[in-house]
């Protein structure tokens, strides 16, 4: 099991940055993947960042070069530096943990923190 609360967002003007946390409830060192995903009303979740254990990064296209996805694991948090805001990134952002055992695959999901860039 793990839990995950994140933190951090709240508006901003466009152009501007935000960092956003998510503190796991467990050592995330072990944990597969660790993602940050976004949901804008009336659209689906999309994939924005992830990082593997082994610290392998990967981006949505919309945000390569303005966002960078990090993680402590002294301190079980993961971050998502976000700059150059624009209003297409109003959005809740959700962090995701994927935790792979012997008996399975399991995804965890955070409460959501909402990002508002204002034009």
């Known amino acids: 099991q793990v839990q995950l609360v994140e933190s951090g967002g709240g508006l901003v003007q466009a152009g501007g940055s935000l960092r956003l946390s998510c503190a796991a409830s467990?050592?995330?060192?072990?944990?597969?993947?660790m993602r940050w995903y976004r949901q804008a009303p009336g659209k689906q979740r999309e994939l924005v960042a992830a990082?593997?254990?082994?610290?392998?990064?990967d981006y949505a296209d919309s945000v390569k070069g303005r966002f960078t996805i990090s993680r402590d694991n002294a301190k079980n948090t993961v971050y998502l530096q976000m700059n150059s805001l624009n209003s297409e990134d109003t959005a809740v952002y959700y962090c995701?943990?994927?935790?792979?055992?012997?008996?399975?695959?399991?995804?965890?999901w955070g409460q959501g923190t909402q990002v508002t860039v204002s034009s």
């Open positions: 995701n943990a994927v935790l792979g055992l012997e008996s399975g695959q399991y995804n965890y």
């Open positions: 467990r050592s995330i060192f072990s944990i597969n993947y």
């Open positions: 990082i593997t254990s082994g610290g392998s990064r």
